[in-house]
């Protein structure tokens, strides 16, 4: 007996697949992660529950969540802004991590008030994870090389000379550890609860630094720029039909040079707004990947500002809950790392149920009838 | 200074295996169309399978064979993903990577004790005990664990398999023209299937031998970017078997030279001319970390001159690379 899928395009996606992806995509990876846990003799109910539930009822739990939520939406939107032109940064980390160093080296080296300091911080920052960024997105607007690998090996690069730079020039502070010196008050980022009135009355906002203003603020303006201006909609144009916008006049190169600059500048933002407000100083290890995991946050998110936020959320979730458990069970905080790997697995097998409607057919006969010809590849 | 150089020499040789197995598997994938960026991730998943099997059993062919394996299904998930289901590249292999970091990090925290008696040193059979009191070359060379061997075997292997098999020569075409494979009864889906399946083996392998004759014992992210250096070196190669070779030994030498640069002073006289600003410079551009970026500096280079001077070199880029094959007639 023979068994052929038989598939057929989509013209549109039934609205229940379409809001259902995310939950189901997530839900898929949280019961498959459950098995790394079973096999380890943990609970996956119990380790949920302490991953979710605590993290999320708790004082601590939350603040955590928002602090985390900084870095990891500002990367996410470092790779959903290409991903709208058609375009994949993968090199998010590394425009983190130099935007941090550019940051931290202002931090360190300069003396100023907090009023001049912070913004000079930010600037340095901005400019070079922008200047990071830029330099896969020239290649790729003015000779065409791929933008993917150029911009992931860049991230190497920049790993290499945080090591350096933080052995060497930049080290600081005692001992020998690869660090930054400690940053003066004045390059601290205060905390929310007194910047926003009434912000001593929210118990949350005594901990949380002011960085989650800046996420908040680069997630309203790529909102605005991506639905409001003409810019935004040329992004979104040669995003989904580079010939078609070619023809009706739209630079190629404009789009791909913005999407990237102002991506590298978040995500460098992230990076800098990590360290000064919450670490104090720049420890090697302080992303974990953030500009990696910045990469299933834009899939998840990629209709829509807004969404890349909630799964920046959810992610830093993910992370503080992953640490608990680890507390708990003594479950290695790679768990975190299989669910992430999961959701994207899961999403990208229910983009194609959202580009194909998939039957079965039963060929009885056993023999090896012709393949139909809209869905003769499906044997594989 | 021989004894250095020999020295350096050796260890260019061990950093070079890795590079090369690795390298020459994902050669194979992308040379079938499908890039994958999960070298990582099948390597790691190849070094914990081929330790724990090792440990187990004792038998370290077995780990060896066992971590092929391991970085073959992994690579069939990707194969799956792109070819079946015609998921982007990209995502799936950063996917991989993520899934085979995270994996070997989770059940592999319980072997990180764990020692193992791994592939010995031996010198090369037969001709072997001549050739290993050559100067500068002959210990380097003659005197390896047998993967040594067999990595440096694989390379006239694949090329011989692409160039003057039909089942390579046909993968090759599916790389460049699918539709035209298939219009000429090439079976496109099973030969990319093949190739991706492949070139996960050799990640496998290449992982396994970074566990079990490298450094004979398992740390979680024990490949520290070596697969992503692989993804680089298919480009520095231009997707050719031979430069493979060239370039795994290049790269093998920076990471050899970046791990004893300290012991290499190349001080000028403080009072010489320009001393002042040379030493500085040469310091720093010989500081391991900074000599670690040159790899990835030197693929970046090599991939914008080629892909910018089309006419004047040859850059053999698969033309159905990233594209996954619809073969529907839409």
């Known amino acids: ?380 | 200074m021989v004894s250095f150089a020999a020295g350096l020499l050796n260890a260019t040789v061990q950093a070079a295996t890795v590079l090369l197995l690795a390298g020459l598997g994902e050669l194979i994938s992308e040379r079938a169309g499908v890039l994958n960026l999960g070298v990582e991730g099948m390597m790691l998943v190849g070094a914990l399978g081929g330790f724990v099997v090792t440990a187990v059993t004792g038998n370290y062919w077995l780990g060896f064979g066992v971590g092929i394996a391991c970085g073959m299904a992994l690579a069939a998930v990707h194969a799956f993903l792109c070819i079946s289901l015609k998921s982007n590249q990209v995502i799936s292999g950063v996917m991989l990577t993520l899934l085979g970091t995270g994996l070997t990090t989770f059940f592999g925290s319980g072997w990180v004790q764990e020692s193992i008696t791994g592939f010995p040193q031996m010198t090369f059979p037969i001709v072997g005990r001549y050739l290993v009191h050559l100067p500068l070359v002959g210990e380097a060379f003659f005197r390896s664990t047998a993967t040594d061997y067999l990595a440096l075997l694989a390379v006239p292997v694949v090329w011989f398999f692409l160039y003057r098999s039909n089942l390579g020569l046909e993968i090759i075409a599916v790389g460049e023209d699918p539709e035209m494979a298939d219009t000429m009864g090439v079976p496109v889906f099973k030969f990319r299937y093949l190739a991706v399946i492949i070139g996960g083996g050799f990640a496998g392998a290449a992982g396994a031998h970074l566990s079990l004759a490298f450094s004979q014992l398992w740390v979680p992210g024990m490949t520290v970017g070596r697969g992503w250096i692989a993804v680089a070196l298919v480009v520095f190669a231009q997707w050719r078997p031979s430069r493979m070779l060239v370039g795994a030994y290049l790269f093998g030498l920076l990471d050899a030279l970046q791990l004893r640069s300290q012991s290499l002073s190349l001080a000028l006289d403080p009072n010489a001319p320009l001393a002042g600003v040379l030493n500085p410079l040469v310091n720093t551009l010989m500081n391991p970390q900074i000599m670690s970026t040159y790899p990835y500096l030197t693929t970046i280079a090599v991939l914008s001159y080629a892909v910018i001077r089309t006419e004047s070199v040859r850059l053999a880029v698969p033309s159905a690379l990233l594209q996954s094959y619809n073969r529907e007639m839409d």
Not at chain 1, 175 to 187: C, K, Y
Not at chain 1, 254 to 271: H, I, K, M, S
Not at chain 1, 280 to 297: C, D, E, M, S, V
Request: charged content about 10%; hydrophobic content about 55%.
């Open chain 1, 1 to 380: 007996m023979n068994v052929e899928l038989q598939l057929d395009p989509r013209r549109t996606v039934p609205a229940w697949l379409a809001y259902g992806t995310p939950v189901l995509t997530v839900l898929a990876a949280l019961a498959v992660g459950g098995v790394a846990l079973v096999a380890l003799n943990v609970d996956p109910v119990d380790a949920y529950g302490v991953m979710f539930v605590e993290t999320l009822t708790s004082q601590f739990g939350l603040t955590e969540v928002l602090v985390r939520a900084v870095p990891l939406i500002l990367a996410g939107l470092a790779v959903y802004l290409p991903l709208k032109a058609g375009l994949f940064n993968i090199g998010a980390e590394g425009q983190l991590l130099l935007g941090a160093l550019a940051g931290t080296w202002v931090a360190v080296n300069v003396s100023l008030p907090a009023v001049a300091l912070l913004p000079l911080m930010f600037l340095a920052a901005c400019v070079a994870g922008a200047f990071w960024a830029g330099i896969p997105a020239w290649l790729r607007a003015k000779w065409d090389v791929n933008e993917i690998i150029t911009s992931l090996l860049l991230t190497f690069v920049a790993q290499e000379l945080q090591s350096y730079l933080l052995r060497g020039p930049m080290q600081g502070g005692t001992g020998n550890f690869p660090q930054s010196a400690r940053f003066s008050d004045a390059a601290t980022l205060p905390p929310l609860a007194g910047l926003v009135p009434g912000g001593e009355s929210i118990p949350l906002f005594a901990d949380v630094h002011a960085g989650l203003l800046v996420a908040v603020a680069a997630v309203v303006a790529t909102y605005v720029v991506m639905t409001k201006t003409r810019l935004g909609f040329e992004v979104t144009f040669v995003g989904s039909n580079d010939e078609a916008a070619r023809q009706a006049g739209m630079s190629r190169h404009t789009v791909y040079l913005f999407v990237f600059l102002l991506g590298g500048a978040f995500a460098a933002l992230g990076g800098i707004a990590e360290i000064a407000g919450s670490q104090g100083r720049f420890r090697a290890a302080f992303a974990p990947g953030y500009g990696f995991t910045a990469i299933p946050i834009a899939l998840l998110g990629r209709n829509s500002a807004v969404k890349v936020t909630l799964a920046g959320l959810f992610f830093a979730v993910l992370f503080v809950g992953g640490s608990s458990v680890e507390v708990a069970f003594g479950v290695p905080a790679a768990l975190v790392e299989i669910i992430q790997a999961l959701v994207i697995l899961f999403l990208i097998t229910s983009e194609f149920f959202k580009r194909y409607r998939v039957g079965i057919a039963f060929d009885r006969r056993g023999n090896d009838a012709p393949a139909d010809a809209t869905g003769g590849d499906a044997r594989w």
